[in-house]
């Protein structure tokens, strides 16, 4: 089992960056693929990025292509969200998850989230 908490949101102004960082604890981090979902007000949750267990395979969200970069350290039990360009539709509570699929995002431990705010 894994207990994950974010940081890092924010209000940004739309072209800005954001970095977001999840802390895993226990030993078995490097044992989990990793990912971020997102949820906007009236929406439903939505896959952002995974990132396998080495980190060698990455999967994104069309949305989000060329702009977010996911990555992860497992020397520190922790993986990040790099966000670029962002834009007003990018705003949402952003979610940490862990388990074992890369292709539609892990989902079996979540964190408990950190507020995206994109200003136009």
């Known amino acids: 089992q894994v207990q994950l908490v974010e940081s890092g949101g924010g209000l940004v102004q739309a072209g800005g960056s954001l970095r977001l960082s999840c802390a895993g604890s226990?030993?078995?981090?490097?044992?989990?693929?990793m990912g971020w979902f997102r949820q906007a007000p009236g929406k439903e949750r939505e896959f952002v990025a995974a990132?396998?267990?080495?980190?060698?395979?990455?999967n994104y969200a069309d949305s989000v292509k060329g702009r977010f970069t996911i990555s992860r350290d497992n020397a520190k039990n922790t993986v990040y969200l790099q966000m670029n360009a962002l834009n007003p539709e990018d705003t949402a509570v952003y979610y940490c998850?862990?388990?074992?699929?890369?292709?539609?995002?892990?989902?079996?431990?979540w964190g408990r989230g950190t507020q995206v705010t994109v200003s136009s």
């Open positions: 990132i396998s267990r080495s980190g060698a395979t990455t």
């Open positions: 226990g030993r078995t981090f490097s044992s989990y693929a």
């Open positions: 998850t862990a388990g074992r699929t890369v292709i539609h995002g892990p989902k079996d431990y």
